[in-house]
């Protein structure tokens, strides 16, 4: 069972990797507060509810109060969060609740967030649901909801007491879910472990194969290969002040496409492997990496897709990024690929560069339509 | 010039006291961030920045952003906070964006709330305007807006790089608005400085003199000793596990009478005020301390009036303090003075032992109408 630590200058805590993990839920969050009082409080979405509620009771003597939030990026808001917190104080929650993120990414933006700010900060606990929550967003700490102005633009660095990702969850994803998850898998191969891009090069299907008995080694070495990267990351730079900016590969054009398309069109790995696709042509327009590195990177995003066509000019969508919080002062910092496994920090990226390689990446996702 | 350190384990800042800060602002606020850039953007409330903006502007060489924020509690909101977030990223604020908290209590709290979790938390100076905000609630780094359910039940620790307290702001005033901030130095008086206490009592009349051209050293004498005592304490209790509680004293009470009165008829001084009697009446009842001291506390506290009156059953205010943040698990925190300049911490308070001691409260409020 891979145990993957996280140690940061103000948190540490392990991000457990496992089949079978929810049904041993309530020992395992006693065991992580011996001898302190906590009363849970569960935040998940509707449909996953549905699905695992079984198995996530199985383990506790009182069901906990359970508090419903819609899954969707466009819940991710400072209202949503404003309406749990009532329904916390309603229920009597005080500073010895103890959250549970039951879900994907929103519910433990929203959930960690909601942790960090009600009562000025109580503990809680990420249990994700997708792909995509278990690689990246329930790990570091990062919470927060949208503004319309901009995507996370508020939150907080707040980190969990754990991370429980049990992998039989994957289970009953929708199949583009579990793809998308895989984009930010891509992902941390590029930016960071050539030997997890190599083994999704050689492993794709059996990584792919979602039939209902489907042997999930594969998929599971993936994901545990993916929190190393991102735990690693996050515990040599926590608040994003050098090293961690590199998990922003692919985001400045990933969060212009999703902001273009309301967040509704595009899942946020789809969103994001065509943002790779763009940053890595600036590389290529640079000769910053080999053409034929380049060309592998392409094809691996493309072989985990069909990534879904939309609709926005090149033009918007460098406009879309001048709000990205990855700027300071005006400066925008940007990450590009060096070789598989290798990136660098950059700042000196032009808008017409951008525009030039956010056009090259539109017009192949022309060709695939 | 009193220069006043807090010193906690997550940040070390100074409290500065004296006549003609706002002049000198601009080179201030450089000398808080050498070599690193900042954009100022001010949070204030119309009213005070139709009396101060020149002298605010006077060292300032560009104009910075002003943002409006309504005085009040019953502004201090989620959807405040979002409108005024909005309003930063379209004016294109950034992580070297600085905000400068100038205005009252709700002002402060707010501006320090929105610089927490602005972009994941961007630095903040308070520069209060009102006497409660300069001795009590700009210090110590508590920020955060109210819920439906209970007063600021959402928020997060976060310190300002800064406190700038101009005494000079203090002469603009509303009297009672003064009379409300001496309260919580009295508060400061009985729970953590007999001295202090002491000068409130032989100096009243000169502390309350609010005349054009009066002398305020007597009030500014009041200022920095509360500082101190807010410093001090904050300093040794920055979460509030134990020592900082004291600085509750008055505030069961207080909070539960501000929520029966929709936060519009009180000022927040003056509900502390009736809730510190309402405390001292269960210290009177078990007779921790001495009669003659309970006799001197409640005539500074009157003294210090005259205090508004409210329409509330003892048993409603007993019943709107169980959602108080000090509980926790249901124990309800209590803080009792023992003599003038000490208290304890009690747990065992019970709810017909407040009952009697909100009802000689109101009984004391009823012959003073």
Same mark, same amino acid.
């Given at each position: ?7 940061t ?6 991000v ?5 993990l929810?049904?041993?839920?309530h020992?395992?969050?006693a065991?992580?507060n011996p001898?302190?009082?906590f009363?849970?409080? #569960? ?12 198995h ?5 003597k009182?069901?906990?109060t359970v508090?419903f =939030?819609?899954?969707?990026? %466009? =819940? !991710?808001?400072?209202?949503?969060? &404003? ?10 929650a005080?500073r ?9 990414? *929103?519910?433990?933006?929203i +959930? ?7 009562? %000025?900060?109580?503990?809680? *606990?990420?249990i994700?649901t ?16 949208n503004?319309t102005?901009? !995507?996370?633009?508020?939150g907080?660095?707040?980190h969990?007491?754990a991370?429980l990702?049990d992998?039989?969850?994957l289970?009953?994803?929708? $199949? ?9 898998s #891509?992902k941390?191969g590029?930016?960071?472990d050539?030997?997890l891009?190599?083994?999704? &090069?050689q492993n794709?299907?059996a990584i792919?194969n979602?039939k209902?008995?489907a042997d999930?080694?594969?998929?599971t070495k993936?994901?545990a290969?993916s929190?190393?990267? @991102?735990?690693?990351?996050v515990?040599?730079d ?12 692919g985001h400045?054009?990933? =969060? ?5 398309t /309301?967040?509704?069109?595009l899942? =946020? ?9 763009a940053?890595? /042509?600036?590389?290529?327009a640079?000769k910053t ?7 592998? #990177? +392409?094809k691996?995003?493309? %072989?985990?897709g069909?990534? $879904?066509?939309f !609709?926005?000019t090149?033009? !918007?969508?460098?406009?879309l990024t001048?709000?990205d919080?990855? /700027?300071?002062?005006?400066i925008?910092a940007?990450?590009?690929? +060096? ?8 700042r /000196? *990226? +032009?808008? $017409?560069e ?8 539109l017009?192949?996702? %022309?060709q @695939?339509?």
């Amino acid at each position: 069972m891979p145990v993957i630590p996280v140690n940061t200058p103000s948190a540490k805590y392990d991000v457990t990797i496992a089949s079978g993990l929810l049904r041993t839920l309530h020992p395992r969050l006693a065991k992580l507060n011996p001898g302190k009082p906590f009363r849970p409080f #569960i935040v998940t979405s509707p449909n996953i509810w549905a699905l695992w509620s079984k198995h996530f009771l199985a383990s506790f003597k009182e069901p906990p109060t359970v508090l419903f =939030h819609p899954a969707g990026e %466009r =819940h !991710k808001r400072m209202s949503s969060v &404003e309406a749990l917190a009532q329904q916390l104080a309603t229920a009597g929650a005080d500073r010895d609740s103890l959250l549970l993120a039951f879900g994907g990414g *929103v519910i433990g933006d929203i +959930t960690g967030f909601l942790a960090a700010i009600y009562m %000025r900060g109580i503990r809680y *606990v990420q249990i994700p649901t997708t792909l995509l929550a278990q690689v990246d967003s329930s790990i570091g700490g990062k919470t927060g909801v949208n503004l319309t102005a901009g !995507k996370n633009l508020i939150g907080s660095f707040y980190h969990p007491q754990a991370v429980l990702a049990d992998t039989d969850l994957l289970r009953t994803l929708p $199949p583009a879910e579990l793809r998308a998850g895989l984009q930010e898998s #891509i992902k941390a191969g590029i930016i960071y472990d050539a030997k997890l891009f190599r083994f999704m &090069e050689q492993n794709a299907a059996a990584i792919l194969n979602t039939k209902k008995n489907a042997d999930t080694k594969a998929l599971t070495k993936v994901v545990a290969a993916s929190v190393r990267v @991102k735990a690693d990351v996050v515990s040599k730079d926590e608040k994003e002040s050098g090293l961690r900016m590199i998990l922003n590969f692919g985001h400045t054009i990933g =969060h212009a496409i999703e902001a273009a398309t /309301n967040y509704q069109q595009l899942l =946020h790995g789809e969103a994001v492997a065509w943002g790779s696709i763009a940053a890595l /042509n600036v590389a290529i327009a640079r000769k910053t990496i080999k053409p034929k590195e380049a060309e592998r #990177i +392409t094809k691996l995003i493309l %072989r985990y897709g069909p990534l $879904p066509t939309f !609709k926005a000019t090149a033009e !918007k969508l460098v406009a879309l990024t001048s709000r990205d919080k990855k /700027n300071r002062s005006g400066i925008r910092a940007f990450i590009l690929p +060096t070789a598989i496994g290798k990136v660098e920090i950059v700042r /000196n *990226v +032009t808008e $017409p560069e951008l525009l030039a390689a956010t056009n090259h990446m539109l017009t192949l996702m %022309r060709q @695939k339509r």
